[in-house]
């Protein structure tokens, strides 16, 4: 089945540091691949996403590139903020009517000034 | 605003004393899903439905009903909680089913079943 793994935490970079959270994963087909980010004490927000292999998903300073070829989607922001601190998700979802994420382990990144 | 939201936030109960999570979102979607959350597991799918009176079942379905009467609501229920359904629950909602259809996340419910 499908299967998403992506770095494990914490990360923990100072201010204005540049930040890489590796994902990568194995689907049938091509899905969709998505970045959520989840705040301390709420639910899961959409950070980006790429619908098709070298899509590039940007929001926030947050960029993420669909490798097909490495079956990657790594998330880069080049200076991170205290703000950033969080818990951050890779997910995929096969393009399909069930519409189900699959989900990595997620990535906790702590930021200090 | 926009929104998905879940009650209770957080429950404490006991095992096999039925319990009901309520999930309503206010943005006219037709799609809708729960999951559960546990550490080092990210979040795997319980039940989805993609529209009303639909409903399928998602990875982890076991030990767990819903129903979808309504295209707001979709209530999950625990019909005899064990310890091992401890977990934080999440519903979600898309405009469509479909992969590349963006999900909103409610705010989450911590349940402990003790």
């Known amino acids: 089945g499908d299967s998403v793994t992506q770095m494990e935490g914490p990360v923990t970079l100072s201010e204005e540091a540049f930040l890489t959270i590796n994902c990568t994963y194995t689907?049938?087909?091509?899905?969709?691949l998505f970045w959520y980010v989840q705040y301390p004490g709420e639910g899961l927000q959409l950070l980006l996403k790429a619908t098709k292999a070298d899509d590039k998903g940007s929001n926030k300073g947050f960029e993420a590139t669909y490798r097909k070829e490495t079956t990657s989607f790594h998330l880069e922001k080049g200076s991170v903020q205290v703000s950033d601190s969080a818990v951050y998700f890779c997910a995929l979802a096969a393009n399909n009517a069930g519409n189900m994420l699959t989900f990595g382990g997620g990535t906790r990144l702590m930021v200090k000034p | 605003e926009a929104q998905v939201t879940q009650n209770p936030r957080y429950l404490i109960t006991v095992t096999g004393k039925k319990l009901t999570v309520t999930c309503s979102q206010n943005m006219n979607h037709e799609y809708m899903s729960w999951y559960r959350q546990d550490p080092g597991l990210g979040l795997r799918q319980i039940y989805y439905?993609?529209?009303?009176?639909?409903?399928d079942k998602g990875d982890v379905p076991e030990g767990y009903k819903v129903s979808r009467k309504e295209k707001r609501n979709f209530p999950l229920i625990l019909e005899s909680p064990s310890p091992n359904q401890t977990s934080l629950y999440f519903c979600?909602?898309?405009?469509?089913?479909?992969?590349?259809?963006?999900?909103?996340f409610g705010p989450g419910t911590r349940l402990t079943v003790t």
């Open positions: 439905s993609m529209n009303v009176e639909v409903t």
């Open positions: 979600a909602s898309s405009r469509h089913a479909g992969g590349m259809n963006e999900q909103y």
């Open positions: 689907a049938t087909g091509y899905p969709s």
